[in-house]
Nanobody, 120 residues
């Protein structure tokens, strides 16, 4: 079955860095558009970043552009999010999201999330 497993979350001080990892399986990872989405307590989900199947094109939310970097290793079916210059506003559960097609149908899958807390 399709699986997306996030890891790398934790507690970090303002100004610090953290790298999130999403391990994918059960589908053709190199054909999937991958994204990161986050949700802070009491707030609506916020799209963070998206990367094209081959990794050649990326896009970011204004709130994280210049601080976060999305990347992928298709040989290892793994998605990454490098987060730098973190602030308390970045505190949220971060979710890995995959979108791909199979037999002319579109599918969307979410991981279970990993908690990132930025606090002094």
């Amino acid at each position: 079955e399709v699986q997306l497993v996030e890891s790398g979350g934790g507690l970090v001080q303002p100004g610090g860095s953290l790298t999130l990892t999403c391990a994918a399986s059960g589908f053709s990872f190199n054909d999937a558009i991958m994204s990161w989405v986050r949700q802070a307590p009491g707030k609506e989900p916020e799209w963070v970043s998206t990367i094209s199947p081959g990794g050649d094109a990326t896009t970011y939310a204004t709130s994280v552009k210049g601080r976060f970097t999305i990347s992928r290793d298709n040989a290892k079916n793994t998605l990454f999010l490098q987060m730098n210059s973190l602030t308390p506003a970045d505190t949220a559960v971060y979710y890995c999201y995959a979108r791909f097609s199979r037999y002319l149908r579109d599918y969307e899958y979410w991981g279970q999330g990993t908690q990132v807390t930025v606090s002094s």
